[in-house]
């Protein structure tokens, strides 16, 4: 590991001494509202310390320590003293990478979520039996990877069964769906249909469309789906919220979202119908309305609830549907290298353009050619436009080239990765590139011991937001089953201090927030979740069960 302190580092270092001035100054006479005692508490302090004793008052923390006089100190008559009784406690999981809304509808809409092809139709069929024909059919999930014949589906299939209802189902990764005739119909997707910059149209052997869109090629369909309305919507959010807090996640990045539901959160987090705090990144495009409205970018809005304050971009698409662009081919498609999105100077007219917005850039960049780009393009920005505390991010940086890691430290760019994604994709990822580029595939450890650090997540829906399925990747690149024994490229795991790192304090400075939370310290948020197990010195296969017992925002939201 290189021993130079990274910028990275200095910045979290400066925040730990302005928490530890905080403690020091805390004044002993004032009360608090709730005491947790008997805790076996992780700080994530910048010396990683242990407390038993969180003092909150309002909805920040007070004091938090081992002194066990400070109780009668900063209790009052009207104190409520909570018993932990030993139970471990972290910070709130700050969750850096998922879909907010998207999350939501896909816990209210039909259950397909890596089920086998079979149970999929039958869904379909049930599904429309409750509607009238023309209404449209939608859902996500599904993967061929893990069907017995691991092939793309047909729209010959959804036919079967949903002749007169357009039918369209998401893969899993988002970047192709599943659709049936009536659904090319009403799109207009004929055989005479070119491919879309940065998409594909699947064929069969005759040229017909075969009921598979790729990436850009999708918006044909998904265009013509009626938008839900503004009830539904919030219902989205809502069900969105309710899951986050089950897990303890207590703050989340949502990546790519329109004007429009900015509009919704505002109203939503101002009536107090949300709880997790949300850190918004608008879909490229999106940021040209909301500045037309007089906005800016801007954090904590509603005591912290809810920031806008970056751009989603992306230069390709996923490993699972091929659509991920790399410098070589592809091992089982030769001659195919993925769909990059846009040009260099497509893309940096666009970063250029957010960069004097003064938005944070956050860009989808899987492949190592996608990768490559990314940087490429941000370090011409920068260099043209010096910001010193940008914090510009690439999410996922799956594939990577060895040169690029380098330049991503060097640059003061954030890897945000997504643990559980490399055990989701190891059953197929050595078939797409081959043995030598998955030595530098989701390589967390890389990225750790060159001086970076790592927001963690689980780009739900794509994965299940369950938090502790991500840390038990972290630390094992195992699956749920435990295989493969002693992990899949073991050499890149994180450590548990990491992986805890990854869900708090590295999340929060990827959002400009680690002042405020992301770790336990006198003045921050009360933000923090207790546990059913210690999941920093349990065996490894109990991490994968871990339960949130009580989920703690400013005060109790979950328990």
């Known amino acids: 590991m290189k021993s130079r302190i990274t910028f990275f580092n200095k910045i979290i270092e400066m925040c730990c001494i302005t928490a530890i001035i905080a403690i020091s100054c805390s004044p002993a006479t004032e009360k608090a509202d709730k005491i947790f005692t008997n805790g076996n508490v992780y700080t994530v302090d910048k010396n990683f310390s242990k407390a038993s004793i969180i003092a909150v008052r309002g909805d920040k923390i007070l004091y938090v320590g081992n002194d066990a006089e400070m109780v009668d100190k900063l209790k009052?008559?009207?104190?409520?003293?909570?018993?932990?009784?030993?139970?471990?406690?972290?910070?709130?999981?700050?969750?850096?990478?998922?879909?907010?809304?998207?999350?939501?509808?896909?816990?209210?809409?039909i259950d397909i979520y890596e089920k086998p092809k079979a149970e999929i139709l039958k869904a379909v069929a049930a599904e429309v039996a409750k509607l009238q024909p023309g209404e449209w059919i939608t859902g996500s999930g599904w993967s061929h990877e893990v069907w017995d014949v691991a092939e793309w589906p047909r729209k010959e299939e959804l036919d079967a069964v949903a002749p007169n209802n357009p039918v369209c189902l998401s893969r899993k990764d988002g970047h192709s769906v599943w659709v049936n005739s009536k659904a090319l119909e009403i799109a207009g997707i004929t055989a005479a249909t070119p491919d879309p910059q940065g998409g594909e149209i699947i064929r069969t052997a005759s040229g017909e469309p075969s009921g598979i869109l790729t990436d850009t090629a999708i918006d044909g369909?998904?265009?013509?789906?009626?938008?839900?309305?503004?009830?539904?919507?919030?219902?989205?959010?809502?069900?969105?919220?309710?899951?986050?807090?089950?897990?303890?996640i207590t703050s989340l990045m949502d990546?790519?979202?329109?004007?429009?539901?900015?509009?919704?959160?505002?109203?939503?987090?101002?009536?107090?119908?949300?709880?997790?705090?949300?850190?918004?990144?608008?879909?490229?495009?999106?940021?040209?309305?909301?500045?037309?409205?007089?906005?800016?970018?801007?954090?904590?809005?509603?005591?912290?609830?809810?920031?806008?304050?970056?751009?989603?971009?992306?230069?390709?698409g996923s490993l699972g549907s091929r659509s991920a662009w790399f410098l070589d081919d592809y091992n089982d498609r030769p001659g195919h290298k993925g769909n990059p999105r846009m040009t260099d100077d497509e893309f940096y007219s666009l970063v250029k353009r957010v960069r004097e917005e003064g938005f944070q850039a956050s860009t989808h960049a899987i492949g190592d050619a996608a990768v490559r780009q990314t940087i490429n393009v941000y370090e011409r920005v920068l260099s043209e436009n010096p910001q010193a505390d940008h914090r510009y991010r690439i999410e996922h940086f799956q594939n990577v080239h060895p040169d690029d890691f380098d330049r991503l430290i060097d640059n003061g760019i954030i890897a945000s990765m997504q643990t559980v994604h490399a055990t989701s994709d190891m059953p197929f990822a050595e078939t797409r590139i081959g043995s030598e580029r998955a030595n530098y595939a989701y390589a967390w450890r890389t990225v750790i011991d060159k001086g970076g650090v790592i927001p963690n997540g689980s780009d739900a829906p794509v994965e299940y937001v369950n938090p502790y399925h991500g840390f038990y990747a972290a630390?094992?690149?195992?699956?749920?089953?435990?295989?493969?024994?002693?992990?899949?490229?073991?050499?890149?795991?994180?450590?548990?201090?990491?992986?805890?790192?990854?869900?708090?304090?590295?999340?929060?400075?990827?959002?400009?927030?680690?002042?405020?939370?992301?770790?336990?310290?006198?003045?921050?948020?009360?933000?923090?979740v207790v546990l059913d197990r210690d999941i920093m010195s349990c065996l490894d296969k109990d991490i994968i069960d871990t339960k949130a017992l009580m989920t703690v925002l400013g005060g109790i939201v979950y328990e």
Not at 78 to 87: A, C, E, R, V
Not at 99 to 107: A, K, P, R
Not at 221 to 248: F, T, W
Not at 482 to 510: C, D, H, N, V
């Open 221 to 248: 369909v998904s265009s013509k789906i009626p938008e839900p309305s503004a009830e539904r919507k919030l219902a989205y959010y809502q069900r969105a919220d309710e899951e986050a807090l089950h897990y303890g």
């Open 475 to 528: 630390v094992t690149r195992c699956n749920q089953q435990g295989q493969p024994a002693g992990g899949w490229y073991p050499q890149l795991k994180m450590t548990r201090e990491e992986a805890l790192k990854s869900f708090t304090i590295w999340g929060a400075y990827a959002m400009f927030s680690e002042n405020v939370k992301g770790s336990i310290e006198t003045g921050k948020y009360a933000d923090f």
């Open 255 to 316: 990546a790519g979202t329109s004007y429009e539901n900015i509009k919704m959160l505002k109203d939503a987090y101002s009536r107090g119908l949300l709880h997790v705090r949300a850190y918004e990144l608008l879909s490229i495009g999106e940021d040209i309305p909301y500045l037309a409205d007089g906005n800016k970018p801007v954090l904590d809005l509603y005591d912290g609830k809810l920031s806008v304050n970056g751009v989603k971009f992306f230069t390709d």
């Open 76 to 109: 009052s008559a009207d104190t409520q003293i909570i018993d932990l009784k030993g139970q471990t406690v972290v910070p709130g999981i700050i969750e850096s990478h998922l879909h907010y809304m998207d999350l939501g509808e896909s816990l209210l809409a």
